[in-house]
């Protein structure tokens, strides 16, 4: 019998320069890069990986931060079915924007329970000496808006990068209302990109 793989697509939210991509490209091809490209409206890579015995392929969509890329990143919120909502430990006002990032998401995924969505948040740049926001701020903010796991990650030395796409993972296969997406890992799917491909818009 074929073994099967759930698609699963999860989506990176934050403001520009909080590390969206650098997570997205150390989690996938363990690569990090000092120099700062901002994102222009989505791109995404594929993984494959096995979480408590269940086969997934994971499609990472990292998307544009900044403002002025709005209109070109919110039609790729649907069908998501987990949002890493991210800040930078040391940008306090990336931290004040989790809140507005979340309405964005709810409105233009169009998610019907937004109480029971699984959201995973990522305080990012932990290697950084001067911080801005406390680890203990954030798991309160967690707490107050939804109870959301919390990861403080660093793209740079790769601190946890794994375990929160893994905890992305569990928190979609846990959630009930997922909707399955089921691919056949030995059948050929002509629709389907190659692994690790990643578009831009
Ligand atoms: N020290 C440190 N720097 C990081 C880390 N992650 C990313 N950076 C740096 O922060 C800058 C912005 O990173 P990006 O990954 O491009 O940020 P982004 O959130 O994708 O930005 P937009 O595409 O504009 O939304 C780059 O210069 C990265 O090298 C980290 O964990 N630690």
């Given at each position: 019998?074929?073994?099967?793989?759930?698609?699963?697509?999860?989506?990176?939210?934050?403001?520009?320069?909080?590390?969206?991509?650098?997570?997205?490209?150390?989690?996938?091809?363990?690569?990090?890069?000092?120099?700062?490209?901002?994102?222009?409206?989505?791109?995404?890579?594929?993984?494959?990986?096995?979480?408590?015995?269940?086969?997934?392929?994971?499609?990472?969509?990292?998307?544009?931060?900044?403002?002025?890329?709005?209109?070109?990143?919110?039609?790729?919120y649907r069908?998501?079915?987990?949002?890493?909502?991210?800040?930078?430990?040391?940008?306090?006002?990336?931290?004040?924007?989790?809140?507005?990032?979340?309405?964005?998401?709810i409105y233009y995924a169009d998610v019907k329970?937004?109480?029971?969505?699984?959201?995973?948040?990522?305080?990012?740049?932990?290697?950084?000496?001067?911080?801005?926001?406390?680890?203990?701020?954030?798991?309160?903010?967690?707490?107050?808006?939804?109870?959301?796991?919390?990861?403080?990650?660093?793209?740079?030395?790769?601190?946890?990068?794994?375990?929160?796409?893994?905890?992305?993972?569990?928190?979609?296969?846990?959630?009930?209302?997922?909707?399955?997406?089921?691919?056949?890992?030995?059948?050929?799917?002509?629709?389907?990109?190659?692994?690790?491909?990643?578009?831009?818009?």
């Open positions: 019998m074929a073994s099967r793989s759930s698609l699963l697509k999860v989506i990176l939210l934050g403001d520009g320069g909080v590390g969206k991509s650098s997570l997205m490209n150390r989690y996938v091809t363990n690569k990090f890069d000092t120099q700062l490209f901002h994102t222009i409206g989505v791109e995404f890579l594929n993984k494959d990986l096995e979480v408590d015995g269940q086969l997934v392929t994971l499609q990472i969509w990292d998307t544009a931060g900044q403002e002025r890329f709005r209109s070109l990143r919110t039609p790729f069908g998501s079915d987990c949002c890493l909502l991210t800040f930078s430990v040391d940008d306090n006002q990336s931290f004040l924007n989790l809140g507005n990032w979340k309405k964005e998401f329970q937004p109480d029971s969505f699984p959201f995973v948040v990522l305080g990012n740049k932990v290697d950084v000496t001067e911080r801005q926001v406390s680890a203990e701020e954030a798991q309160q903010w967690c707490r107050e808006n939804g109870n959301f796991p919390y990861f403080e990650t660093s793209a740079k030395d790769a601190t946890n990068v794994s375990n929160a796409f893994e905890e992305a993972v569990r928190r979609v296969l846990a959630s009930e209302d997922r909707v399955e997406h089921l691919v056949p890992t030995d059948a050929v799917n002509l629709h389907r990109k190659p692994r690790n491909t990643s578009t831009c818009c």
